[in-house]
């Protein structure tokens, strides 16, 4: 007995938009009259893949638990595979007899490969459901691609108004499902050591909890965003990242939500819209320059005299570097899967300027304890402050972390939070523990070389050897 033709699947692919609010791919698949089958495929295999790291993984599990519950009340399953998608996704088709495949564009240049790649003798519909704007769309007049950020937002603002995002569909009529993997079969979640107790008190991944924690930050937070969005001691800014990065949240939700808030003309509206533009320039940046995870946009970076120093880089990685704001910052980003813009910052510049090792060193780190690590966001943000990458920060700009610290943590709120050894200096010093009086130090509790590492580089000299280390390289720059 053969079915009728439209009894065949609408296989939807979903990967980085595990929402059924504002997806397109999802609308299409259901505006097929199709049954759907909406299907995940776990990645590590195909050749280039970027395997996602451990916070990733942590997150992604919790978040396929929230997508499964708020599909299956629509009355649809969320199928599992693991594999290469090139593979997986044909095995599908052929299993299933699925007619047509929705999904949302890849961004990523691995991805678009494995897409590329594909045969699986049905259409492929592609939709955009990670940003605002097409990655390939947003042009110069003379047709390039925009390598500086302010011409590039502009560009999109003058794109037009943004479209409301799309409703959730309220029922969605299933496909018989295949045989599925679980999640536990995926392995996600750390064993032992259990590393993720931080995790789990600072977060709820997936889409209803994703939806709240905008409606709050746009009700709240976004009128004071500009004001306060570089204290890191503060809860200034969205945390919506990871959201954002897994799809569980629009950028299209996320914007029009921030335009639709009472007093909407502020100018915390107006930053919180650039912040999403420089994901969106990231993420063309990526589509444009398919190395940029690898490999310095300014070629003559591939000659800087990076040193290689495991001890150091250790010592960074464990916010063991007797720097208090940069300490604070790794040590958030262990305990928590995330940290604050400006402290990314702070740690990067000091990684690659202070210890002059090198940006990638640290934008692996970052990819594999980050819960929004993003292969665009991160790999365009660690060139920049390198001084590497397109618009960059030039590389002779130096942070001064204590500076810094003082700026931006002036009570030192942050670095108590998280250096708890450091709690109890008065914070003129906090910043600058080493220049405090022994007699403070000691009535603090604060052992320099005991308790708490004495610097594990001189600010100054580490200034001067990358400045030294930049003037050897730029002769052979234009
Ligand atoms: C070295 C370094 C590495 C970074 N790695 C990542 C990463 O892997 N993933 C990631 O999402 N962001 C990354 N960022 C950018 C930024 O730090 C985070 O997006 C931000 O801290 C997230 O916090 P939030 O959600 O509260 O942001 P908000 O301030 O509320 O901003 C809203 C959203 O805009 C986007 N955004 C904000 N700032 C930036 C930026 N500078 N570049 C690109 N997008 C931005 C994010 O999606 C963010 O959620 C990195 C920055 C640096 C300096």
């Given at each position: 007995m053969t079915r009728p033709e439209t009894a065949r699947p609408a296989l939807l692919w979903l990967r980085r938009d595990l929402r059924l609010h504002d997806n397109a791919a999802l609308a299409a698949a259901v505006a097929s009259g199709r049954p759907v089958l909406p299907v995940y495929v776990l990645d590590d295999?195909?050749?280039g893949a970027w395997r996602m790291g451990a916070a990733s993984r942590w997150w992604l599990h919790h978040s396929l638990t929230a997508l499964q519950a708020e599909l299956q009340a629509r009355g649809a399953p969320l199928v599992l595979r693991r594999g290469p998608v090139a593979s997986v996704l044909p095995a599908l088709v052929a299993e299933t007899g699925a007619a047509e495949i929705h999904a949302g564009k890849p961004g990523e240049p691995w991805a678009r490969t494995a897409l590329a790649g594909l045969s699986a003798g049905v259409p492929v519909h592609l939709h955009r459901t990670q940003t605002l704007h097409s990655l390939d769309g947003v042009r110069t007049q003379t047709g390039t691609p925009y390598g500086v950020f302010t011409p590039y937002s502009r560009a999109c603002r003058v794109l037009g108004p943004v479209p409301p995002p799309l409703a959730a569909p309220a029922h969605i009529t299933a496909a018989p499902a295949p045989a599925s993997d679980t999640l536990?079969?995926?392995?996600?979640l750390p064993s032992?050591?259990?590393?993720a107790g931080g995790l789990r008190a600072s977060w709820q991944p997936g889409e209803p909890h994703a939806r709240r924690q905008l409606a709050e930050f746009v009700a709240g937070g976004v009128q004071t965003y500009d004001a306060l969005r570089d204290r890191p001691g503060m809860e200034s800014t969205s945390r919506l990242s990871p959201a954002l990065h897994f799809g569980e949240i629009s950028a299209r939700a996320a914007w029009q939500a921030a335009a639709h808030t009472v007093g909407a003309g502020g100018n915390g509206v107006e930053k919180w819209h650039n912040e999403l533009l420089w994901r969106e320039f990231s993420a063309h940046l990526l589509f444009h320059a398919p190395g940029l995870p690898e490999r310095p946009l300014k070629p003559a970076f591939a000659a800087m005299p990076w040193r290689d120093d495991p001890a150091q880089l250790r010592a960074w990685q464990r916010g063991e570097t007797g720097v208090p704001i940069v300490d604070a910052g790794m040590r958030q980003l262990w305990q928590t899967g995330w940290m604050h813009n400006r402290v990314r910052m702070i740690v990067a510049s000091f990684l690659v300027k202070h210890l002059l090792l090198p940006w990638q060193a640290g934008a692996a780190w970052f990819w594999d304890t980050l819960v929004d690590a993003d292969l665009a966001s991160n790999s365009a943000s660690w060139q920049w402050v390198a001084g590497c990458?397109?618009?960059?920060?030039?590389?002779?700009?130096?942070?001064?972390p204590v500076l810094q610290g003082a700026k931006f943590d002036p009570e030192g709120t942050y670095v108590r939070r998280y250096v708890p050894e450091l709690a109890?200096?008065?914070?003129?010093?906090?910043?600058?523990?080493?220049?405090?009086p022994a007699l403070v130090l000691r009535a603090s509790g604060v052992s320099l070389g005991g308790n708490y590492p004495a610097p594990i580089v001189d600010l100054a000299a580490g200034r001067q050897r990358a400045l030294d280390a930049l003037a050897s390289i730029s002769k052979g720059q234009p």
């Open positions: 295999d195909t050749p536990e079969d995926w392995g996600l032992r050591p259990d590393w990458g397109a618009d960059a920060a030039p590389y002779f700009r130096i942070f001064n109890r200096l008065p914070a003129q010093v906090i910043h600058a523990p080493w220049d405090a």
